[in-house]
């Protein structure tokens, strides 16, 4: 039994979420709170975000190394062949019901896809690596398949030919978007790829730390996003501007949500103390996507609540509140935000489930006990 000495230091240690802990060592992504700095394998995010596509920045993670022309292009086509979904998935996905959300669909499909994998049970290098392929490939085409199921149309058949992001607008929305639709989605994927030890990403590593598979440690990272205080908070923040409305009511809204102690959705962070260096990318994207799709109000309602929030309360955007305005402008459906959110986080959480595989140790924290003690067992009859 704990003596009280053992509980008072227990006490002293304990960090509620454990914020501030240092869990483990990886070398995927640095992030300094303070300074809002961000990197991936080493390059600052202000360095990757304007140069670099999605699948560019995924073969870093997984490499420790940008790929030359002729490995990037050979990557992008061996993954462009992998997209298509096997019958295993395209059965699971027209079963779930239609009023389901996309990120339940996504579950269910993520897990679906690992009982059909030919190397599902296999953990060796060369196995993980096969399986974060068609995984990061295939991530798209469930999340379009299940769109077009419940709209009550039939999934399209991926397109190798076509660029990674451009054939996910293709395949849900029945016709190729713009270039420049195509180019902004495939950065926001890229902005969304890692982040440390965040929820989702944490949950993949405590379920590979089991040595458990890659989908099972994938599929815990889906139900580990979709909640709302961590993936879903794009979607909300898109829902409080339409809540706003106006310009004219950005004012009269604050008051009465500052007043009710209302969570406003896309702002502060867990480790960002300044400006996230995302929302600084996302905010541009923001300015120049909603002007170019005739919706300039939702930048400027977005751009005066940052400026009321910050001048009341220090609070700075996160990465989905400008990110909540950029895929309102390319016409995505509000509920798939978080999928797309998933869609470029899965090159992370597969890097991190192989990271963990490479050199594992079981992941096992304690907990302050604080509930009672000393309790005596009375008999049924007598109590």
Not at 133 to 141: D, E, N, S
Not at 192 to 199: E, I, M, P, S, V
Not at 296 to 311: F, Q
Request: hydrophobic fraction near 40%.
């Amino acid at each position: 039994m704990l003596t009280k000495g053992d509980q008072a230091t227990m006490t002293e240690q304990q960090t509620r979420g454990l914020e501030g802990v240092v869990a483990s060592q990886t070398s995927l992504s640095f992030i300094d709170g303070q300074e809002g700095v961000l990197v991936y394998r080493g390059y600052d995010i202000h360095e990757l975000a304007p140069h670099a596509s999605f699948l560019e920045s995924v073969f870093l993670l997984w490499n420790d190394r940008l790929p030359d022309r002729d490995e990037l292009s050979a990557f992008e086509s061996e993954l462009a062949d992998m997209r298509a979904l096997d019958d295993t998935v395209h059965d699971v996905l027209r079963v779930i019901p239609r009023e389901s959300t996309p990120m339940a669909a996504l579950r269910t499909a993520a897990s679906a896809a690992g009982a059909s994998d030919p190397d599902a049970e296999d953990n060796s290098p060369e196995a993980n690596l096969r399986k974060s392929k068609r995984l990061v490939a295939r991530f798209p085409t469930m999340i379009a398949a299940f769109h077009r199921l419940r709209e009550g149309e039939e999934p399209i058949d991926p397109d190798p030919s076509l660029p990674h992001s451009a054939d996910f607008l293709r395949m849900a929305n029945g016709e190729a978007g713009t270039d420049e639709a195509a180019e902004a989605l495939d950065r926001t994927l890229l902005l969304y790829l890692d982040h440390g030890f965040n929820a989702s990403t944490f949950t993949c590593r405590v379920i590979a730390a089991t040595l458990g598979d890659m989908h099972s440690a994938v599929t815990g990272g889906v139900g580990a996003l979709k909640g709302p205080l961590h993936g879903g908070a794009n979607a909300k923040a898109m829902e409080t501007l339409l809540e706003i409305g106006e310009l004219d009511n950005v004012l009269p809204w604050l008051e009465r949500a500052l007043e009710e102690k209302r969570k406003i959705m896309g702002f502060g962070h867990r480790v960002y103390r300044t400006e996230d260096p995302r929302a600084t990318h996302l905010r541009e994207m923001s300015r120049v996507l909603t002007h170019q799709a005739g919706m300039d109000k939702w930048y400027e309602i977005s751009r005066r609540l940052e400026d009321e929030l910050k001048s009341r309360k220090g609070l700075n955007p996160n990465v989905d509140f400008y990110c909540a305005t950029v895929y309102y402008a390319l016409g995505v459906p509000i509920d798939l935000y978080t999928p797309l959110f998933a869609m470029g986080r899965i090159g992370g959480w597969t890097a991190h489930v192989m990271e963990q595989h490479a050199d594992n140790r079981l992941i096992r924290p304690r907990a302050e006990y604080v509930g009672k003690m000393g309790r005596t067992w009375v008999p049924l009859d007598e109590r």
